[in-house]
């Protein structure tokens, strides 16, 4: 993991063990969900109903197809989630790498959700076409992400709406709009303002820009540049 400074370093460290207690939490969830469905199937085999009747075998057999398919649903949104947090995992081991934006924004969403769905926020995402691979460092930008996204998602009431975008500037310079839509009136005041983030901004040679003319909508937009291209690596 590269940092700016031992306070940085600091924080991600607390946001990456947020992301990782939050996928363990919904791990547990599938699990037990799984555990449940197999208990039925074993019920099932044992001729045992919730009436307590004698199971027909027409009935078990087609019960045990719809439980099935409810485990092999589980199992893979599990199975979704834990390449998520592989690659969030791994997008530390270098200082700066090769990615893609729709990636990083992607897998940021997925370990997100279970948050957004504690506060009954719809978190969604719209993925640009020809988003060009850059090279930076890809575990600071969702950290990035991460501080401009969960403040808007806290302060929206139930049925607001964070939705994070992808595309290319004219310039082919990729770039994420944060755009959070709610029914309270104070969202314009919500969050970090860009010159709270300057350090991250500035290891990221990226540029960000806030909208608040509409009460009720605060939109940042954020300009990631490939490093190689703006100044030599440290």
């Known amino acids: ?124 995402a719209k993925y640009g076409g020809r988003v060009a691979e850059l090279m930076n460092n890809p575990s600071l930008l969702q950290y990035l992400v991460f501080l401009l996204t969960a403040p808007l998602i806290e302060a929206l009431g139930e049925g607001g709406k964070v939705t994070l975008s992808t595309s290319a500037a004219k310039d082919k310079t990729p770039v994420i709009e944060i755009k959070a839509e709610g029914t309270t009136s104070s969202l314009a005041d919500t969050g970090p303002a860009p010159e709270f983030l300057k350090d991250y901004l500035n290891e990221l040679a990226a540029t960000l820009s806030l909208d608040t003319t509409r009460k009720k909508i605060r939109k940042y937009t954020l300009s990631i540049p490939s490093l190689t291209e703006t100044r030599q690596i440290r």
Do not use: W
Request: net charge neutral; with cysteine; aromatic share 4%.
């Open 1 to 124: 993991m590269s940092c700016p400074d031992k306070n940085l370093c600091q924080e991600q460290i607390a946001f990456q063990g947020r992301i990782v207690a939050g996928a363990t939490h919904e791990f547990q969830n599938h699990l037990a969900v799984i555990k449940e469905y197999s208990g039925l199937i074993n019920d099932l085999l044992n001729g045992k109903q919730a009436d307590g009747k004698q199971a027909d075998g027409k009935q078990v057999i087609k019960r045990c197809r719809e439980i099935t398919a409810n485990i092999n649903e589980r199992a893979n949104r599990a199975a979704a989630l834990a390449d998520a947090l592989n690659r969030f995992a791994h997008r530390g081991d270098a200082a700066v790498s090769a990615f893609r934006i729709n990636d990083a924004v992607e897998d940021l969403i997925a370990l997100l959700q279970r948050f957004a769905a504690q506060h009954n926020i719809a978190l969604e």
